[in-house]
């Protein structure tokens, strides 16, 4: 059974850079066509998926965050990261991360990020 | 970028009866060259992650119940929970992975 646990500062000053880790056990990151992805949800709105990375190390982005967002992994870790600079409060939100590519069917349990001064 | 769109944003239902909630896409994401509609169905309850129901806009997961079932191709589609459950009550999200990915608004199912 594939579990993920995300991680990091709960709180983030306005024009800093939101770092976030996942944790992944019960499956590795490295196996064959694996995909990792994330998806944020603000407070009471919809979710939005970020982008993945998969099991070679390839990323692929949500356009409109490309410039902001950086996804990467730690094969020895069996982790993923996540990187999204120049954060304002629009980037107040529940962050998950889940395994697939087009589709989800295992996800964490999220991690509330908040944006403020 | 493809924009989904859910209806009814919330609605109530008796136990035992059914509920429709309809999305659509502003676009067709039925790939011609497979046949496919790129759609899938998530449930969601409070406090909790989104759960994967069914993809490929009709085909259920395992381990998801039968009473929910999925239809529609092109921009048209309904998940349909026949008889709903007291558990049932969730939000339900649209998901199209057609050209990116995107999420309806979402569709908050109650108990009347």
């Known amino acids: 059974q594939v579990q993920l646990q995300e991680s990091g500062p709960g709180l983030v000053k306005p024009s800093q850079t939101l770092s976030l880790t996942c944790a992944v056990s019960?499956?590795?990151?490295?196996?064959?066509?694996?995909?990792w992805s994330w998806i944020r949800q603000p407070p009471g709105k919809a979710l939005e998926w970020l982008g993945y990375?998969?099991?070679?190390?390839?990323?692929f982005y949500k356009s409109s965050l490309k410039s902001r967002l950086t996804i990467s992994r730690d094969t020895s870790k069996n982790q993923i990261s996540l990187e999204l600079s120049s954060v304002t409060a629009a980037d107040t939100a529940v962050y998950y991360c889940?395994?697939?590519?087009?589709?989800?069917?295992?996800w964490g349990q999220g991690t509330l990020v908040t944006v403020s001064s | 970028d493809i924009v989904m769109t859910q209806s009814p944003d919330s609605l109530a239902v008796s136990v035992g009866e059914r509920a429709t909630i309809n999305c659509k896409s502003s676009?067709?994401?039925?790939?011609?060259?497979?046949?496919?509609?790129?759609l899938a169905w998530y449930q969601q309850k409070p406090g909790q992650p989104p759960k994967l129901l069914i993809d490929?806009?009709?085909t259920r997961k395992s381990g998801v119940p039968d009473r929910f079932s999925g239809s529609g191709s092109g921009t048209d589609f309904t998940l349909t929970i026949s008889s709903l459950q007291a558990e049932d009550v969730a939000v339900y999200y649209c998901?199209?992975?057609?050209?990116?990915?995107?999420f309806g608004p979402g569709t908050n199912v109650d108990i009347k």
């Open positions: 889940a395994r697939g590519e087009l589709t989800w069917d295992y």
């Open positions: 019960g499956g590795s990151i490295s196996s064959d066509d694996s995909h």
């Open positions: 676009q067709s994401i039925l790939y011609s060259s497979n046949n496919k509609n790129y």
């Open positions: 998901q199209q992975y057609y050209s990116s990915r995107s």
């Open positions: 990375i998969d099991y070679r190390g390839n990323t």
């Open positions: 490929w806009a009709s």
